[in-house]
């Protein structure tokens, strides 16, 4: 913001202003205390620029009120052109806290499925106290600035005027003593103020080099940064102590070093180089003096006492700084980038919904039960066109149901789509993909295994129990999603892996860890204190996932691939299996027993309760509440075609074999400890 601010610049920014707060705030009736104090920062900022906005317009008044004098524009863009600098960058600060609020404050819905509050992401507090810190500053200097601003406009427009009351003041002083005393006495407000101790004086100037790493040349003392510093150490000075107070009262140590260090910052600014006293600068420095001595007549009126000076010398070297932090805004994260303890895991495209205009669902995983959902549209034709909106999902509260896996005989519209809903079946949000590998992706995202096979057209049944039905069955794997390599991954350290997941190993260091890590698909780089070492998990089998209705309910069915079950090709009781390559059934058998797990939705409330993330790894709360067991012999599927059988023997038998391959490379490794 180098330009000078007009009187449009401050109507479309108090504009911005009202339509955050109307956004984010106006709703929120049950927030907390701090995102409340957040809106009043913002509503106040805005009444602050109001009255600036209210200054400029009457200065446009009064000249149009004055057609006899020359309209020079170009006067009134130099007497503002230090506003940008005397008020900061406010236009970037609220951009800023338009940008937060909107990606990270929602109307959050609580388990039971109700708006209970509006919070933002844990992760940008710390922004958000930044924000909030930098908006009340600039709302303090907005308010400090505002009459000198008008005073300084009057001014050149009125110079005349002014000219002719400076003649008649400087004959008014020749003849009249006491006129000429009230008249020094307002060029040289400052004499009146007391000096600084030469101790502390010494400590300033020592903070002052302190800042740059080398000596500072007081006379080229810098105004912005030196008008930033005298605000708001005036602000943390002994103008927090209420006037109400007649008794004599000691302030606070820092208080009064504050006070002290105003004086010093005030004296420095006036004798810079930089500063022009008859200019905007001058006429808000003089406002801001004005404040400073009334501050020091307190202690001369005794409602203040002043501390002693020995132990304030004594105070330790920060409280004697003078430049104040300048916090970026641009670092405010958005909806898109990974927060602390986050992994990125999958962008997917979704359909388009209207014209050019592309939908994208970005999924960030925070723990093993936690994911986050980001909803964005942009529009390729218009650049200024974005949308964005985050989910937080928590699997232990959230269901995830496989809309694409609804048998077509129930549904011929589910392609592609999947569902979250709250544990009531309440507060939806359905998500539709463009192709299955989208949707695998996702899956694996929710619940840890990746989809080997899936064949949408089987039939089951099972031999002695004569249980039987019609669905879709999957292999499963059980592998996590791994985090996108990011734009700034540079190959360096592996990322640990989130913590939760189900860990059973041992950490190696008697060998390098190349070797290890070559030595087993499961293993893991990690970091302790004693340096890197490798992380073991034991191989988890392979499992069959079964979508079906089974007694008019909908159901999973689910059992483990271990060594024990195989495929018996000599029993399918198929007539076709003696013509070469026809045969569409499969029977699955077990050495032992094929114990089968069966995880149904509520009768009552149906498909909105046929939760998937129930079979999650690691394994979720409420599993055991909708779990039962069968046991049977032999399960035997019949599937749409013999290239769908092929395909589901073929991924049942790698599974199988890349486990135990697995699990040789495990015992190998830990044998070698």
């Keep these: 913001m180098s330009s000078p601010i007009s009187v449009g610049d401050l109507v479309f920014i108090i504009q911005l202003g009202s339509q955050i707060y109307e956004k984010c705030f106006t709703r929120a009736e049950a927030a907390d205390q701090k995102y409340l104090q957040f809106g009043e920062e913002i509503r106040s900022f805005s009444k602050a620029l109001d009255q600036l906005q209210k200054v400029l317009q009457h200065v446009e008044e009064e000249r149009h009120m004055r057609p006899w004098l020359p309209h020079d524009t170009a006067q009134v863009r130099s007497t503002l052109k230090p506003l940008p600098d005397l008020t900061g960058d406010f236009v970037k600060t609220l951009k800023a806290c338009e940008r937060l609020l909107s990606d990270n404050s929602k109307f959050q819905h609580n388990a039971a499925g109700f708006v209970d509050n509006v919070r933002w992401w844990l992760g940008v507090e710390s922004e958000v106290e930044v924000l909030k810190e930098r908006i009340r500053f600039h709302t303090t200097k907005i308010l400090l600035i505002t009459k000198p601003v008008e005073i300084q406009l009057l001014s050149d427009l009125r110079k005349d005027i002014w000219d002719v009351k400076r003649i008649v003041e400087e004959i008014r002083s020749i003849v009249d003593p006491n006129a000429a005393q009230e008249l020094s006495h307002r060029r040289c407000l400052s004499v009146h103020l007391p000096s600084v101790p030469l101790e502390l004086d010494r400590r300033f100037v020592a903070a002052l080099n302190g800042r740059s790493g080398g000596t500072v040349d007081v006379k080229d003392f810098p105004l912005r940064e030196g008008f930033d510093a005298l605000v708001y150490h005036f602000g943390e000075s002994t103008v927090n102590i209420p006037r109400e107070y007649l008794n004599r009262r000691t302030p606070e140590l820092t208080q009064y070093l504050n006070l002290v260090k105003c004086r010093w910052i005030l004296q420095k600014i006036m004798e810079s180089s930089l500063f022009v006293h008859e200019s905007l600068w001058g006429r808000c420095i003089e406002d801001i003096e004005k404040n400073i001595l009334r501050e020091y007549r307190r202690f001369d009126a005794g409602q203040l006492t002043s501390p002693n000076l020995d132990v304030i010398e004594r105070l330790q070297e920060h409280c004697f700084s003078i430049w104040i932090d300048d916090h970026g805004t641009d670092v405010v994260p958005t909806l898109m980038d990974e927060r ?97 590998e989208d949707v695998y992706n996702l899956q694996q995202a929710v619940t840890g295994y990746k989809v080997g096979a899936d064949l949408a057209t089987i039939s089951w049944a099972t031999f002695k129990t004569t249980e039987k039905g019609k669905g879709r069955v999957q292999i499963w794997r059980a592998k996590p999603l791994p985090r996108m390599a990011l734009a700034e991954d540079t190959g360096g350290r592996a990322q640990s892996p989130i913590a939760g997941l189900p860990r059973q190993g041992t950490s190696l260091s008697s060998f390098t860890l190349a070797e290890s890590v070559a030595a087993t698909a499961r293993g893991s780089l990690i970091y302790g204190a004693s340096g890197p070492a490798v992380l073991f998990s034991k191989p988890e089998l392979p499992i069959v996932v079964i979508y079906t209705i089974f007694r008019n309910r909908w159901t999973f069915l689910r059992f483990e691939l271990d060594a024990k079950v195989y495929i018996n090709l000599q029993s399918c009781f198929c007539k076709d299996c003696d013509a070469k390559g026809l045969c569409k059934r499969i029977i699955i058998e077990s050495k032992g027993k094929l114990k089968i797990e069966r995880h149904w939705a509520d009768a009552r409330d149906g498909l909105n309760t046929w939760d998937l993330a129930l079979l999650k790894k690691p394994s979720h709360p409420k599993t055991d509440k909708t779990l039962s067991f069968f046991v049977v012999k032999r399960m035997m599927f019949t599937f749409a075609s013999p290239q769908d059988k092929l395909e589901f023997q073929t991924t049942l038998e790698n599974a199988q ?15 070698r400890r």
């Design 657 to 671: 074999k890349l486990t135990n391959l697995d699990e040789v490379k495990y015992r190998t490794a830990i044998s």
């Design 340 to 436: 602390p303890s986050e992994e990125k895991l999958l962008e997917i495209a979704l359909p388009k919904a209207q014209g050019n205009r592309k939908p994208l669902l970005v999924v960030f995983r925070k723990s093993d039960h936690e994911l986050r959902l980001v909803h964005t549209t942009r529009d390729d034709q218009n650049e200024m066109f974005y949308e964005a909106e985050s989910h937080e999902i928590d699997l232990q509260f959230t269901r995830f149901i496989p809309l694409y896996a609804v048998p077509d005989s129930v549904s011929s519209t589910s392609t592609n789509n999947v569902l979250f809903c709250n544990r009531q079946g309440q507060g939806e949000k359905a998500y539709s993909l463009e192709r299955l």
